[in-house]
T-cell receptor, first 113, second 108 residues
Framework: NAGVTQTPKFQVLKTGQSMTLQCAQD?????MYWYRQDPGMGLRLIYY???????DKGEVPNGYNVSRLNKREFSLRLESAAPSQTSVYFC????????????FGSGTRLTVV | GQQLNQSPQSMFIQEGEDVSMNCTSS?????WLWYKQDPGEGPVLLIA?????ELTSNGRLTAQFGITRKDSFLNISASIPSDVGIYFC????????FGKGTSLLVTP
């Protein structure tokens, strides 16, 4: 029972480099989300996908892009990483966007130097 | 996003003590949730509240959905060392809006 799987778990980037954070869920969930967590800030929504084929901006989308590759996978891309993007990134999924039952991955810890 | 104010920011208590934390919002939510995050892990759902005034328990945890639908409270009774972690409130809009968390430390 994998749930939500995020890769990689850790990453160090240089300023200006690009990378893609991967997220996959095996629960047949329709909605998927990307959050970032910074010390003392809670979790802030970056982008979400209410259903396959749709994506929408959340609270802090600048500097990021997303792709809902299929029902299972939702990736987050940093085109030109900046130190301000140093954070822990969490992917989550739920059966319906009106449903409370978000399942979270264990996170990707990204450092941009 | 909608602002959720969670307090206290941190608590340092002894095993066996009761704990209370709360969350207020400038907006109305129809669903309030409480999550716990262990170090190095993602948040895990503890309790979900669906109706104003609702009081719900999950073992030693009790949470209430405020009458105004703008606040919620979480109580932990007889704390134990494994209660250590960060507790988040969340209100469900088009997505979950999280408070900034209450960090709980429990000493034996």
């Amino acid at each position: 029972n994998a749930g939500v799987t995020q890769t990689p778990k850790f990453q160090v980037l240089k300023t200006g480099q690009s990378m893609t954070l991967q997220c996959a869920q095996d629960m047949n969930h329709n909605s998927m989300y990307w959050y970032r967590q910074d010390p003392g800030m809670g979790l802030r929504l970056i982008y979400y996908s209410a259903s396959e084929g749709t994506t929408d901006k959340g609270e802090v989308p600048n500097g990021y892009n997303v792709s809902r590759l299929n029902k299972r996978e939702f990736s987050l891309r940093l085109e030109s990483a900046a130190p301000s993007q140093t954070s822990v990134y969490f992917c989550a999924s739920t059966y319906s966007s009106a449903n409370y039952g978000y399942t979270f991955g264990s996170g990707t810890r990204l450092t941009v130097v | 996003g909608q602002q959720l104010n969670q307090s206290p920011q941190s608590m340092f208590i002894q095993e066996g003590e009761d704990v209370s934390m709360n969350c207020t919002s400038s907006s109305i939510f129809n669903t309030w949730l409480w999550y716990k995050q262990d170090p190095g892990e993602g948040p895990v759902l503890l309790i979900a509240l669906y109706k104003a005034g609702e009081l719900t328990s999950n073992g030693r945890l009790t949470a209430q959905f405020g009458i105004t639908r703008k606040d919620s409270f979480l109580n932990i009774s007889a704390s134990i060392p494994s209660d250590v972690g960060i507790y988040f409130c969340a209100g469900l809009g088009y997505a979950l809006n999280f408070g900034k968390g209450t960090s709980l430390l429990v000493t034996p």
